[in-house]
């Protein structure tokens, strides 16, 4: 049970592209010169990157919750994709300006520790709010009945449905 909730969690962090973020900043921002060039690059590669990783995690989540979820209505797997998307992107956007001391984005604007620390605090806090919702709605309904039931005083198809997409100890 706890196991769901943390790859939930998990699955709502960037890594990929947290790394090639990382990666980028290293090799072309150690000094920001606040030159022109500088500036189009932070402005072209930034939101290709952001948007990259929203349509990324966002796809990911609709497949995730598609595979292991298919009698879920499809309104929710997109609806709850799209949240969780949003979510991994802005975690994505906390993280870069959290790290590296918000470089390349204080190239562009003024950094401030005590607001990057604040914005991070505050979507972790939101992924993990995020996350417990999304393991209510798909995870914690079947397997508390069955734990909380006497097995033989339930219907058929839901024993049945449980053995399908996932059993007790799970």
């Known amino acids: ?26 090799n072309c921002f150690k000094i920001c010169d606040k030159d022109d060039i500088q500036k189009m690059v932070i402005l072209i590669y930034y939101p290709v990157l952001l948007v990259a990783c929203a349509i990324w995690e966002t796809a990911y989540a609709v497949r995730t919750y598609i595979k292991n979820h298919p009698e879920k209505p499809k309104p929710l797997w997109f609806f709850m994709g799209s949240v969780s998307g949003m979510i991994s992107t802005l975690i994505f956007f906390a993280f870069t300006y959290y790290i590296e001391d918000g470089r390349p984005l204080s190239c562009l604007i003024v950094y401030d520790k005590l607001i990057a620390d ?8 939101i992924a993990l709010l995020f996350s417990f919702i999304e393991w209510f ?8 009945l069955l734990q909380n039931s006497n097995v033989y005083d339930l219907p058929y198809d839901m024993i049945k449905a449980n053995t399908i997409y996932g059993g007790i100890n799970d």
């Open 118 to 125: 604040i914005i991070l605090y505050v979507m972790i806090g």
């Open 1 to 26: 049970m706890a196991r769901k909730l943390v790859d939930i969690i998990r699955d709502k962090i960037p890594i990929l592209a947290i790394l090639v973020q990382i990666i980028i900043v290293h």
């Open 137 to 144: 709605i798909f995870c914690r309904k079947t397997n508390y």
